[in-house]
């Protein structure tokens, strides 16, 4: 199936993703690069909400660039299979080996701000994140890395200490605090 369609299937949660939903689904059929980062106004992002076995917590990164704990993921880099982008920045995040979704389904659509900030020495400005977010599970055993190109830490979190961790007020309420929600459900 295509990223339109798996967007065009998934019932938003509530007014946000209802919002997002059809901005993203309009600006995928208006631009043809919205997979890559060549476009500079926006583009397609990733992340995948990892949780335990139990389902009472969930893994979480120190994130170079946003100086918060946050969520795994990254760009789609013209890449349609979303989920796989999502597994590969989970391993490479955070050295987690065996991992699996929960389903190939979406679990969640949010659009993202970004601030301009410096990467490698070059300035990135503002822009837009069109966030997929899929839902995986990983034994919480296994060896944590940190890779330092992208984050300061690794570490498994239950959810509202997730929420306490993270320095990023709008994320908490508007995108972890709903995952966590979803989690409950």
Known sequence: MSLVKDIENYIPVNEQEENDKKVMLDYMQKNMDY?????KVAHFTTSIWTVNKERTKTLMVYHN????????GGHADGEEDLSAVALRELKEETGIEDAALVSKDIFSLEILTVDGHMKKGKYIPSHLHFNVTYLAEADEDQILVVNEDENKGVKWFIFEDALKASSEPWMVDR???????KMNK
């Open 175 to 181: 995108v972890y605090r709903k995952l966590v929600e």
């Open 65 to 72: 660039i946003y100086d918060s704990w946050s969520w795994i």
């Open 35 to 39: 997979l890559t980062r060549e476009n």
